[in-house]
């Protein structure tokens, strides 16, 4: 009869009923991934937390998928096949099984990641945990498929021992390969770790070429872009430059500092030498864009000239040239005002034979 006939060393009605194991396996699937639908919606409004909705949400799926697997395990082992055709059964099952619930592990992670590290990362005030985060998840979800591959691979019969020593061997190749790439991606992290500048920040480092000066734009984890203040280029700038040179911070300062000497001629007055240095504290104290700390004093006298020291602070907002401007067109205008004269005689000098 047809139904005794053997077809892969089994009866029509076994594989009937094979396929029968599978068909209840998927329907009972489906009901359980209904189960948890409902069982979801309705203790959402009712939960205090969400963690019970994470988790509900996302074994939903792999429960179902390795449900309807046993069922395919089950139908398969009702069937009579020769020994190694059940030894690579029961290996696909067991590599199927282990890379589903590899598959939920993950999925765990990557809400729980989603739903309470990302949230607390916001609220912080620096911007280390904002970077640091999305390498921390790609990194956790390759170690778990990583894990998840090789205990698949020993489940499915694979000597795993090899598959070690030659991820070793390729790892070391690949990672000489690209170590340029990682001092960067270091270089990016022990900015954000350091906190030196941050994006906004005015900064100054000796560049491969000239001297770079200008405004940080962002801070990847590769390159560090900044606009230059002078002629409004972007540079992306390796992270590895930031860490291997002197980097100044010139938002940092509470100003700049201006050192200035004022050779007068070597004939003027006490006075009018008295006069001068108020007059230079005068000027600084009436721009807008200087400090009111001022310094002056006499710091030398020769027959050349009669020196005057001056010292101020611009502000750290202020533009260095246009303060530098009006500071000394005003001094120039008030010395021809009080007539103070710069001294017209060099500092030469000359040896001559003097007799004793």
Request: charged share 20%.
């Amino acid at each position: 009869m047809f139904t005794d006939h053997l077809y892969y060393g089994n009866t029509v009605i076994d594989w009937i009923i094979a396929a029968g194991y599978i068909l209840a396996s998927v329907i009972i699937g489906r009901v359980i991934y209904w189960l948890f639908k409902l069982i979801s919606t309705k203790y959402a409004a009712k939960s205090k937390t969400k963690l019970d909705d994470i988790l509900i949400d996302m074994i939903e799926e792999p429960i179902t998928f390795m449900i309807v697997l046993f069922g395919f395990k089950y139908a398969l082992r009702s069937l009579s096949f020769d020994v190694p055709t059940s030894r690579v059964i029961d290996y696909s099952f067991d590599f199927i099984l282990t890379i589903s619930v590899t598959w939920l592990v993950s999925r765990l992670y990557d809400a729980l990641h989603e739903e309470y590290l990302v949230p607390i990362a916001e609220k912080t005030a620096t911007d280390l945990d904002d970077h640091l985060l999305p390498i921390i998840r790609k990194g956790v979800i390759v170690v778990i498929w990583s894990l998840g591959i090789l205990i698949a691979l020993n489940n499915a019969g694979y000597d795993v021992t090899a598959v070690l020593a030659g991820l070793g061997i390729g790892g070391l190749a690949f990672a000489l390969a690209v170590q340029a790439t990682f001092g960067n991606i270091l270089g990016g992290l022990l900015i954000y770790m350091d906190g030196h500048f941050k994006v906004g920040d005015r900064v100054q480092l000796n560049g491969t070429y000239q001297k770079i000066d200008g405004i940080v734009q962002d801070v990847g984890l590769r390159t560090t872009r900044v606009k230059t203040r002078y002629e409004g280029r972007i540079v992306n700038i390796p992270n590895t430059m930031f860490t291997q040179q002197e980097v100044i911070n010139a938002d940092s300062e509470n100003g700049r500092q201006v050192f200035q000497v004022y050779k007068l001629d070597p004939d003027t007055s006490v006075e009018k030498l008295e006069a001068m240095m108020a007059l230079l504290k005068c000027v600084i104290n009436d721009n807008s864009h200087t400090q009111e700390s001022v310094v002056t004093g006499v710091v030398r006298v020769s027959e050349v000239s009669i020196d005057l020291m001056h010292l101020y602070w611009i502000m750290p907002d202020s533009s260095n040239i246009k303060t530098k401007s009006e500071v000394y067109l005003e001094i120039l205008r008030r010395m021809r005002a009080e007539e103070i004269k710069m001294t017209d005689r060099t500092g030469l000098r000359y040896n001559t034979d003097v007799l004793y």
